[in-house]
């Protein structure tokens, strides 16, 4: 009888215990769990990390746009296409920041992605999170390229 109720014990135990971890953590480390999903994705070209944590409502700058992308269906037409197409072995999220204001969440960041051949590809990333639903999903993306080391 012991037996039986330690193994239920362990079993919920176990069960349980990713649970109450990540409702432990904060709200800014959800934020910063949530990009480093999304950009482990994208390496391996898949641009839907992204697609999937946008608001419906989403705005969206990066340097090879003439404008601003505006909207969910903008986004996805922007990224879909770009499924597959590309690839890198790993990339560093440098000197993460978030702001919280109320359920508003502002995300700054160093991305630097390697390539295989051993170069890097830096940029300075703002994503401004919404928490609806107790969802943070990203309502403002902007990507633009760092500045080159002298």
Known sequence: MFNKKF????????????????????????????EKKTLDRWKNGDTFGFIEVADENITYFDPTLAGRIDGIKQFRDYLAPLKGTFSFPSYELLNPKVQLYGDIGVLT?????HSEDGNTDAWNTTEVYRRVNNEWKIVSSHWSRTKPQS
């Open 7 to 34: 193994r239920s014990m362990l079993f919920l135990a176990v069960w349980l215990l990713p649970m109450l971890s990540l409702a432990a953590q904060t709200a800014e480390e959800k934020i910063i769990a949530i």
């Open 109 to 113: 960041f160093n991305f630097v992605g």
